[in-house]
């Protein structure tokens, strides 16, 4: 049963922006933190952004002022609007959800996004 969808990944140039989405199943989406995290072969998976459902968020140092996530509630979606980004922004993007009810962690199964230099 998938739980968490990714999209909207893909190659661009740097300077340029993307928009990943995340497809949640309402069970999930509704009474959960989202966010996105990232991973390269040479790294750990890192956090990129929280969004936690009172509206809080949360960004990395990395994607402070050029990254934007936010959640269409109505169509239990979460976003991440990422702009100027630069070829280290290059990595499998995570969605990813906590549940607050019971503790439970969902992951995607990412989207690749790719920036040229």
């Known amino acids: 049963q998938v739980q968490l969808v990714e999209s909207g990944g893909g190659l661009v140039q740097a300077g340029g922006s993307l928009k990943l989405s995340c497809a949640a199943s309402?069970?999930?989406?509704?009474?959960?933190?989202m966010g996105w995290y990232r991973q390269t072969p040479e790294k750990q998976r890192e956090l990129v952004a929280q969004l936690t459902v009172d509206g809080r968020t949360n960004y990395a140092d990395s994607g402070k002022g050029r990254f934007t996530i936010s959640r269409d509630n109505a169509n239990n979606t979460v976003y991440l609007r990422m702009n100027s980004l630069k070829p280290e922004d290059t990595a499998v993007y995570y969605c990813?959800?906590?549940?607050?009810?019971?503790?439970?962690?969902?992951w995607g199964r990412g989207t690749q996004v790719t920036v040229s230099s």
């Open positions: 309402g069970s999930i989406f509704k009474f959960s933190d």
């Open positions: 990813y959800a906590y549940r607050l009810s019971d503790g439970a962690n969902y």
